[in-house]
Structures are given as structure tokens and as C-alpha cells.
T-cell receptor, first 113, second 108 residues
Framework: DAGITQSPRHKVTETGTPVTLRCHQT?????MYWYRQDPGHGLRLIHY???????DKGEVSDGYSVSRSKTEDFLLTLESATSSQTSVYFC????????????FGQGTRLTVV | GQQVMQIPQYQHVQEGEDFTTYCNSS?????IQWYKQRPGGHPVFLIQ?????EVKKQKRLTFQFGEAKKNSSLHITATQTTDVGTYFC????????FGTGTRLTVIP
């Protein structure tokens, strides 16, 4: 599992509340990613990071922000959760510049009510 | 970015039948990766294809990369119930892009 831990694994929150999901890795990989997975849409990239304090947007970044203050942690924040953000969120890492394969965490199931 | 279309979206097969999923791109791909996601699980890396016309095999799974590096396929011979899941292709450099996946159901 490439030493990736996501927390929490499940969360139910109310519309309008802030939510932060955490991705922790133990192997100092440079690249980290946040995806959301919804039926019929596959895995869609929200944000990714290529180093401490270096992040970039993915295809569905609206309503999300990220931070990476340490190599091992990549945080995803929903500033004001909406029902459309109900989804399964996956964190992934990429092991190196020459390697294009990703290794995923176990996922976080977020429900916004 | 390097986006791919994956077909079919769903596939139901009888156990023992073959299965194929395809990924197609309008642009030349530098490489393509394949993943399997079991129901309730997370995507797991299967293989990477880099060379034009490359064919790789893993037991009953055969992966191909097109000669023009614009398409790829995953073929499973004689499916088993353990093959159930969603299969994704993935491309991209920094921003890794996934196809929409093919969900395989195997009927015993």
C-alpha cells in the first residue's frame, strides 16, 4: 500500500461546514494527489502536489483547497461543504519522476447532508 | 492534458468468457498504466506500457499498446469471479489522468 494512510475513513458532515481530509505517507514521495470518485465519472483529479508548498489544480478543483507543509502530509479542505461534494476521496502518491504509476490510499467516504 | 476515453463502461460476462476494455486517445501517449479496483476497494496498479506495439501478459491478462501509441487494451481470457471489479487506464505526466473505467461483472 506504499505506506499511505487516509483519515478519516468515513465522515458525515452538514452542508456549509468546513471539512479537512488528511493523507499521510511514510516514504517521502514527492508527488501526492487527491481524487474523487463518483459513479459514471471514474477518478477525477482535484489537486496535486509536486513538493512542499508546491501544488496545482486538477480538473475539478472548485470548492477545494489543499496544503502541503510537510513532505508526508497532503491535506484536502472543503471550505464549505455542499451535497455535490458527497463522494469517495482517494489520495495517491507517485514514486518518482520517471514512474507514472500511482499508489492509492484506502479512501475516505464523505457524505454531506 | 492527455485524456483518454475508455469503453465499454460496463460489461457482464459469463464465467469463462473473455473480456476486453479499450482506452483511446486523440493524441499520442508517452505511456499508459492499467489499474484494477475491486468493489469497495481502492485502485491497484497492474502494469505500465511504454513502447509502441508493446504487449505484456500477466497470467490470463494481456495488455497492448497500439502502434501509434494512441490506444491500449486489456484482455482477460476465461474470466473468473475473482476478476470482478473496475478496470482503469491512466495517462499523464504530473497530473495523472484516469479513464472512466470499465466495470466487469462475472456471472458464475
Amino acid at each position: 500500500d506504499a505506506g499511505i494512510t487516509q483519515s478519516p475513513r468515513h465522515k458525515v458532515t452538514e452542508t456549509g461546514t468546513p471539512v479537512t481530509l488528511r493523507c499521510h505517507q511514510t516514504e517521502n514521495h514527492r508527488y501526492m494527489y487527491w481524487y474523487r470518485q463518483d459513479p459514471g465519472h471514474g477518478l477525477r483529479l482535484i489537486h496535486y502536489s509536486y513538493g512542499v508548498k508546491d501544488t496545482d489544480k486538477g480538473e475539478v478543483s472548485d470548492g477545494y483547497s489543499v496544503s502541503r507543509s510537510k513532505t508526508e502530509d497532503f491535506l484536502l479542505t472543503l471550505e464549505s461543504a455542499t451535497s455535490s461534494q458527497t463522494s469517495v476521496y482517494f489520495c495517491a502518491i507517485r514514486t518518482g519522476t520517471g514512474d507514472q504509476e500511482a499508489f492509492f490510499g484506502q479512501g475516505t467516504r464523505l457524505t454531506v447532508v | 492534458g492527455q485524456q483518454v476515453m475508455q469503453i465499454p463502461q460496463y460489461q457482464h460476462v459469463q464465467e469463462g468468457e473473455d473480456f476486453t476494455t479499450y482506452c483511446n486517445s486523440s493524441t499520442t501517449l508517452s505511456n499508459i498504466q492499467w489499474y484494477k479496483q475491486r468493489p469497495g476497494g481502492h485502485p491497484v496498479f497492474l502494469i505500465q506500457l511504454v513502447k509502441s506495439g508493446e504487449v505484456k501478459k500477466q497470467k490470463r491478462l494481456t495488455f497492448q499498446f497500439g502502434e501509434a501509441k494512441k490506444n491500449s487494451s486489456l484482455h482477460i481470457t476465461a474470466t473468473q469471479t475473482t476478476d470482478v471489479g473496475t478496470y482503469f487506464c491512466q495517462t499523464g505526466a504530473n497530473n495523472l489522468f484516469f479513464g472512466t473505467g470499465t466495470r466487469l461483472t462475472v456471472i458464475p
